[in-house]
């Protein structure tokens, strides 16, 4: 079974600057997708970025980039210009193909310092 | 544009009491989930459907049964409250194909005495 790993229960940044947060994943599939997803503390799950298995280029959205290697397993968020509205629980998230299930990390809770 | 829809948002239970969460999506998807939220657990799979009619045991499935009434709904049941169900509990929906998203609910916090 798919496994997601995220081993930093906390972290914290400055206003502005720069953070990483790591993801491992084990699989024997070739063919996946990976997602950040956000959780404020209104509760809801908001996809922050998603990645395909197949693109070897990383995704990007905006101040949000993943450093994906496929070989490593390994999907890494990284938050640029961290702002105060970024603070938030975030999970990695794995997914196969078809209607299974979306497996999470426990989590990385993010703090953003003024 | 609802998306997923579940209520009640909070509920408090006695041992024993039992209660069913209700799910809603308006997006035409074919997959529905029920997950819940444990503090350093993420989120864990209960049950899905993967079409009308289907439902498939997730990751954590005791104490807990599922009905998918048609295609946009998707109901979650306890039939007997336990302290360990204590949880936040999310529906979800998606596709099999496409993007892989899944778009989540807004949460249902359950806390049992």
């Known amino acids: 079974a798919q496994t997601v790993t995220q081993s930093q229960p ?17 699989t024997s599939e070739s063919d996946y997708y990976l997602f950040w997803y956000k959780q404020p503390p209104s509760r809801q799950m908001i996809l922050v970025i998603r990645q395909e298995a ?13 450093n994906f290697q496929k070989a490593a397993k390994s999907f890494s968020l990284k938050i640029s210009d961290s702002q105060l509205g970024d603070a938030a629980m975030y999970f990695c998230a794995y997914r196969s193909p078809g209607v299974r299930d979306m497996r999470f990390g426990a989590g990385t809770r993010l703090t953003v310092k003024p | 544009n609802a998306g997923v829809t579940q209520t009640p948002k909070f509920q408090v239970l006695k041992t024993g009491q039992s209660m069913t969460l209700q799910c809603a999506q308006d997006m035409n998807h074919n997959s529905m989930y029920w997950y819940r939220q444990d503090p350093g ?12 009619g289907t439902t498939d045991k997730g990751e954590v499935p005791n ?5 998918r009434l048609n295609k946009r709904e998707f109901s979650l049941r306890l039939e007997s409250a336990a302290p360990s169900q204590t949880s936040v509990y999310f529906c979800a929906s998606g ?10 609910g807004e949460g249902s916090r359950l806390t049992v005495l």
């Open chain 1, 10 to 26: 906390e972290m914290s940044v400055q206003e502005a600057e720069t953070v990483t947060l790591s993801c491992t994943y084990d």
């Open chain 1, 54 to 66: 197949y693109k070897q280029q990383n995704a990007t959205e905006n101040r949000f980039s993943v």
């Open chain 2, 41 to 52: 657990m993420g989120l864990r799979l209960i049950y899905y459907s993967a079409s009308e």
């Open chain 2, 63 to 67: 104490g807990y049964n599922v009905s």
């Open chain 2, 95 to 104: 596709d099999g194909r496409g993007s892989g998203e899944l778009f989540f």
